[in-house]
């Protein structure tokens, strides 16, 4: 079975930091890009930081200079490490993921479950 898990989330005072994981696992070939998206109560859900496989990475405006997305190929995990968070930055997080699976060599899009991230003294 194909998913992304998530793991890192957690309660951390104005300034800490948090450091994110994301893997995915089953049957596939490759997964590219990768990234995290966030959701606060009553507003959407924004991109924060996606990380292609030429290693170029894309910042949500909010986060740069203060988060750093980062990949481990060979295990397809992603890691979002979060520096100086603000209370805004209080919101579920996802992983999203492009994955072809080898069965098939189709792709899709596949999102984790969501890890709780509270930013609060």
């Known amino acids: 079975q194909v998913q992304l898990v998530e793991s890192g989330g957690g309660l951390v005072q104005p300034g800490g930091s948090l450091r994110l994981s994301c893997s995915a696992s089953?049957?596939?070939?490759?997964?590219?890009?990768m990234g995290w998206y966030r959701q606060a109560p009553g507003k959407q859900r924004d991109m924060v930081a996606i990380?292609?496989?030429?290693?170029?990475?894309s910042y949500g405006d909010s986060v740069k200079g203060r988060f750093t997305i980062s990949r481990a190929n060979a295990k397809n995990t992603v890691y979002l490490q979060m520096n100086k968070l603000k209370p805004e930055d209080t919101a579920v997080y996802y992983c999203?993921?492009?994955?072809?699976?080898?069965?098939?060599?189709?792709?899709?899009?596949?999102w984790g479950q969501g890890t709780q991230v509270t930013v609060s003294s």
């Open positions: 990380i292609r496989g030429d290693g170029s990475t």
């Open positions: 999203k993921a492009d994955l072809r699976i080898e069965t098939t060599m189709k792709r899709y899009d596949y």
């Open positions: 089953g049957s596939i070939s490759s997964a590219n890009p």
